[in-house]
């Protein structure tokens, strides 16, 4: 198995390849430590493996990994957050549930992404969650994502495999700079200011960092925006919400996850910055 988005991570690529030469991947996973990003893109890197047609896998070019990619996989399915704080209630996990026992449609595995369970999937769902782990279908993979997953219940983390990613949550000043800049460019209305920002990104490790802080500022931003504190830059988050809304930070978080993974994908930077930046535009400032 690949891993583009582990730099770093060697005991965690080492404990993976073994799972997967010995065929001992388990049915659920959670995904721990690390930057949001980065557990967005193992989660996306897990779920195309376990839908990808070669027998190298995940080979990134079959049609399988390409809708994976995009996010566009029948058999790949997201859960759905409801309220204003985007939980996974119990009608959620009742359905994915029920789901879950019904035969892939295109590939040999059904997946099924939890984000960010530690912040949006409550105790009343995880105990909803809780028969199905313990006695899981077949050609099933569940995926969590959480920064700590010591806000699951030990019965919950008790079924399931953890992968803790190495933290960094350190911001470089020209990360940073290059962040803010992507950000004010992001709600100008001069399109030549995003694309002066975006076309910065030329180097490989520095765009990276960039962008974990443009996710960053987002998410600052919509944290505002519900009612919570920033945590990264006051001014900018502030500057944000005025112009954002909910919907639109996170398709922007969401986007800046894509170009990371174009990234690690060994995609043209110049192309990347680009496309970066006619996406921000299109979402931002579409009717």
């Given at each position: 198995?690949?891993?583009?988005?582990?730099?770093?991570?060697?005991?965690?690529?080492?404990?993976?390849?073994?799972?997967?030469?010995?065929?001992?991947?388990?049915?659920?996973?959670?995904?721990?430590?690390?930057?949001?990003?980065?557990?967005?893109?193992?989660?996306?890197?897990?779920?195309?493996?376990?839908?990808?047609?070669?027998?190298?896998?995940?080979?990134?070019?079959?049609?399988?990994?390409?809708?994976?990619?995009?996010?566009?996989?029948?058999?790949?399915?997201?859960?759905?957050?409801?309220?204003?704080?985007?939980?996974?209630?119990?009608?959620?996990?009742?359905?994915?549930?029920?789901?879950?026992?019904?035969?892939?449609?295109?590939?040999?595995?059904?997946?099924y992404v939890f984000e960010e369970c530690?912040?949006?999937?409550?105790?009343?769902?995880?105990?909803?969650?809780?028969?199905?782990?313990?006695?899981?279908?077949?050609?099933?993979?569940?995926?969590?994502?959480?920064?700590?997953?010591?806000?699951?219940?030990?019965?919950?983390?008790?079924?399931?495999?953890?992968?803790?990613?190495?933290?960094?949550?350190?911001?470089?000043?020209?990360?940073?700079?290059?962040?803010?800049?992507?950000?004010?460019?992001?709600?100008?209305?001069?399109?030549?200011?995003?694309?002066?920002?975006?076309?910065?990104?030329?180097?490989?490790?520095?765009?990276?960092?960039?962008?974990?802080?443009?996710?960053?500022?987002?998410?600052?931003?919509?944290?505002?925006?519900?009612?919570?504190?920033?945590?990264?830059?006051?001014?900018?988050?502030?500057?944000?919400?005025?112009?954002?809304?909910r919907a639109k930070f996170l398709k922007?978080?969401?986007?800046?996850?894509?170009?990371?993974?174009?990234?690690?994908?060994?995609?043209?930077?110049?192309?990347?910055?680009?496309?970066?930046c006619a996406e921000y535009r299109r979402?931002?400032?579409?009717?």
């Amino acid at each position: 198995m690949n891993f583009p988005e582990l730099e770093g991570n060697e005991n965690l690529k080492n404990s993976l390849g073994e799972l997967e030469h010995s065929n001992r991947m388990p049915h659920a996973v959670i995904i721990s430590g690390g930057s949001e990003s980065q557990r967005a893109l193992l989660a996306k890197h897990l779920s195309k493996w376990a839908v990808c047609s070669e027998s190298e896998r995940p080979c990134g070019k079959c049609k399988n990994c390409l809708n994976a990619e995009s996010k566009a996989h029948s058999d790949i399915y997201y859960a759905e957050g409801s309220g204003k704080t985007n939980i996974y209630n119990k009608d959620e996990l009742t359905k994915i549930v029920n789901d879950a026992y019904i035969k892939p449609n295109e590939a040999d595995r059904k997946v099924y992404v939890f984000e960010e369970c530690d912040r949006r999937l409550p105790v009343i769902s995880q105990n909803a969650f809780l028969k199905t782990l313990e006695e899981p279908p077949q050609d099933v993979l569940f995926i969590m994502t959480c920064e700590n997953s010591r806000a699951l219940l030990e019965t919950i983390r008790s079924r399931a495999v953890e992968f803790t990613l190495e933290s960094d949550d350190s911001v470089s000043e020209e990360a940073l700079a290059l962040a803010k800049g992507i950000a004010q460019g992001i709600i100008s209305p001069s399109e030549m200011k995003l694309l002066r920002a975006t076309y910065l990104l030329n180097d490989r490790q520095l765009a990276l960092d960039a962008l974990d802080a443009v996710i960053l500022l987002l998410r600052d931003g919509l944290a505002v925006y519900v009612g919570s504190q920033a945590e990264l830059d006051v001014e900018t988050a502030d500057t944000l919400c005025r112009k954002l809304t909910r919907a639109k930070f996170l398709k922007l978080i969401e986007l800046t996850q894509d170009a990371q993974s174009k990234i690690y994908a060994n995609v043209s930077l110049k192309l990347i910055s680009v496309w970066l930046c006619a996406e921000y535009r299109r979402n931002v400032w579409q009717k």
